[in-house]
């Protein structure tokens, strides 16, 4: 499945020439859908057999996308065999086509002897180093392009959040001249590819852009983004802490992690408007709320219509509060969000939590209960699914809606908004599909409702006002 979505309009054009804060603005011209679905899952690529649930979840999301990390210190670790080791990708690749994704890959060098480091026996685990040998990864990157762009392969990251020390250990300022470099060998290997970022993590965003607002005299309106986007979590978990004042947002930007992020937001936005890479690459499991503020500043870096793709959103929320229930209104309305604003891919990740892994504790939620068995969220996810399979066109509704136009009549996904009396034939459910009561006007709040018609999207669209 080669999903293709035509980006519309040109985005905050005067904002981003006057330097000023853009509005939010959502992407209000229609896009095209064409064949499959834009959605997408990521899993434990070693314990998703372990569940049968799990299995079959992940295989009524069929139709998306997924996505691997080739690391070369793991292919080339010195196990007594000549060349590369393929084995592991090559089953990943094809465990993906077999269940129905398009697979994409992250290239990775890792830290090894080929990039000047110790090998801890862990490869897979290591934060990506500068090789030792600029031509030998030039080599490797082309076997390894080739390879899987033979095997239906072509979209390539560079890397993996650059911002962040245990992905990436040089600073992000190095990044910039070996993604370049990378990049034209990657596209030198496949005609066809599309070349991506290493995809900045989701935290990056609202630091940056409230020390923006900061900067252009909005104290007030940074610290509401730079609340907004740091409120979930419980103390120590969360990479900048909670704060709702304009101290704390220049405590954030200023620190040591602070200056890191924004210098790899910044080197990752020269790549874009260089044309190094093709694509940006977008992570985010922050809150919805604050999504539409963070693309909206996005864009205005951006060159106009610059393709993004989100290969990770979910929902982080760790600790005690967590409500499941909640967790599935955000996974709709993330979705939702997301195709509104533009985003022509959504990569839910991850499809569970993997007991005994990195993590000690679940801190990025996933659809399924370790256990195997499906969150609200799961249902939720799969519901936006069916109703994308297939669509024509994605419109946003307002600044809180999506409208889905299908072959089969409409789905208007709405939230924060009253509805009028329901059209003739119209339904609406709850994201996990439960029926919504509606007989008169209807008050929205931030779970969304959805809303399906026999008929057209403009129909339905105008009968539920603006």
């Known amino acids: 499945m080669r999903w293709l979505a035509a980006l519309a309009a040109a985005v905050l054009v005067a904002a981003a020439c006057s330097g000023g804060k853009p509005d939010v603005e959502r992407r209000e011209e229609p896009r095209e859908a064409v064949g499959g679905h834009p959605l997408g899952a990521k899993w434990n690529w070693y314990r998703y057999r372990d569940s049968p649930s799990i299995l079959a979840g992940i295989e009524r999301l069929r139709g998306g996308s997924t ?13 007594g065999r000549p060349g590369p080791d393929w084995s592991v990708y090559d089953g990943q690749v094809r465990q993906a086509a077999d269940l129905g994704y398009e697979p994409m890959i992250k290239l990775r060098t890792g830290t090894c002897a080929l990039t000047g480091g110790a090998d801890d026996g862990s490869p897979l685990d290591d934060p990506s180093s500068l090789p030792a040998d600029p031509d030998a990864y030039d080599a490797f990157v082309t076997e390894a392009v080739s390879r899987y762009a033979a095997q239906g392969v072509h979209r390539w990251a560079i890397e993996n959040e650059i911002d962040a020390r245990n992905s990436w250990s040089p600073a992000p300022a190095d990044y910039e001249a070996f993604a370049t470099r990378v990049a034209g060998v990657v596209r030198d290997a496949d005609p066809d590819a599309a070349v991506y ?16 607002q900061l900067e252009e005299g909005d104290p007030a309106g940074a610290a509401d983004l730079y609340e907004g986007s740091y409120r979930r979590g419980v103390p120590g978990s969360q990479r900048f802490p909670p704060g709702d004042t304009a101290g704390a947002v220049t405590a954030a930007a200023h620190g040591d992690l602070g200056r890191r992020v924004q210098e790899a ?69 993330l979705v939702a969000e997301l195709l509104a604003e533009g985003v022509d891919r959504v990569v839910y990740l991850p499809v569970f939590y993997t007991v005994g892994g990195r993590q000690p504790a679940e801190i990025w939620r996933g659809l399924y209960e370790p256990s195997g068995q499906a969150r609200p969220a799961a249902t939720a996810f799969e519901t936006m699914t069916t109703l994308t399979t297939g669509a024509r066109k ?16 409409s789905v208007a996904i709405v939230w924060n908004r009253t509805l009028p009396a329901p ?42 006002g603006p």
Request: proline share 8%; hydrophobic share 40%; aromatic share 10%.
């Open 67 to 79: 996505f691997l990390e080739v690391v070369w210190c793991y292919a080339e670790r010195d196990d």
């Open 394 to 409: 994605f419109t946003a509704l307002g600044d809180t809606g999506l409208g889905i136009d299908r072959p089969d009549g």
């Open 423 to 464: 059209p003739p034939g119209a339904t609406a459910t709850d994201p996990t599909g439960a029926p919504v009561p509606w007989t008169s006007s209807l008050d929205v709040g931030t779970t969304p409702v959805l809303v399906r018609s026999a008929r057209p999207l403009d129909v339905l669209a105008r009968s539920l």
């Open 265 to 333: 937001l910044d080197v990752t936005v020269r790549l874009a408007q260089d044309g190094v890479i093709d694509r940006w690459q977008l992570h985010w499991y922050e809150p919805v709320d604050v999504l539409p503020t963070a693309l909206a500043d996005l864009r205005a870096r951006l060159p106009d219509g610059f393709a993004i793709e989100a290969w990770e959103a979910g929902v982080y929320w760790p600790g005690a509060d967590y409500d499941p229930a909640e967790h599935a209104a955000e996974t709709v309305r």
């Open 197 to 212: 970022d290493s995809g900045l993590s989701g935290t990056v965003y609202g630091v940056t852009f409230a020390a923006d």
